[in-house]
């Protein structure tokens, strides 16, 4: 894949597991990108092969984290310039203009080491562009010599050493197929969320259970303006309370002490000895 006239050649970056119903859309829209690599954890669909077929450098790896893998990719690209997209996300028209028109004129000019744009999120119907969802930007293209991606897993983000520009262009993202896929992934992440925080020396307390869910809450749907989206709104402020206290609930759980060993009640247990 080749971008005309551009002074910088970019590296798109995809990290991909089973994602072959949706990572279609997201590679048409990178068609301009230099490079195109996907960073594939032993899909069982067909990712690999469709992602082989649109021109994408697919290279197969174990799943080490979202921080790790997404490290992985944009050291393993070929060009400086690296633009880090999900397989359930896809640049929109104006973003990709704005792109494909600072590879011409020169990325990094004016001394950004990296480049910001608002992300979109489309949930059962609705663009949401309300509560703590949007602008939600996303730092994802950016000079890998100035940025890295840090974090803690789930929740990656690049750190960049120097100055970031701004993009107007949205960020399209298409998370969830069914309800039942959100609440998994939250089950999921507040999991990870959890063991991260117990190994980092974090622990929990009452105030983590019980008020800052409510903190949560009121901050998407009164102080960002969730209940302007209807019932989504209300619902995603209830989600948004809910991941919290359950992440707290999970990290209460990990420096519970263990449960002693299980005995029978008193009375109840079976004799070892032989009837007569």
Known sequence: MSAPAARYPISACIVAMDEEQRLGACLDALDFCDEVLVVDSHSSDGTRELAAARGA???ERDWPGHVAQKEFAIRAARHEWVLCVDADEVLSGPLRDEILALARAGLGTGGAAGYDFPRC???FGRWIRHGTWYPDRQLRLFDRRRGRWGGH??????ELVGPRA???GELLHWPYRELSEHLQTIDGYTTTMARGLFERGRRASAFDLWLRPLVRFLRFYVLKLGFLEGWRG????????????????KLLLLQSPPPPPHRAAPGTELSSRRAP
């Open 57 to 59: 450098r697919v290279i």
């Open 121 to 123: 999120t489309y949930y």
């Open 153 to 158: 897993d789930p929740h990656d983000r690049v």
């Open 166 to 168: 701004s993009l107007s």
């Open 234 to 249: 209300l619902w995603l402020a209830c989600v948004a309370a809910h991941y919290v206290r359950l992440k707290y609930a």
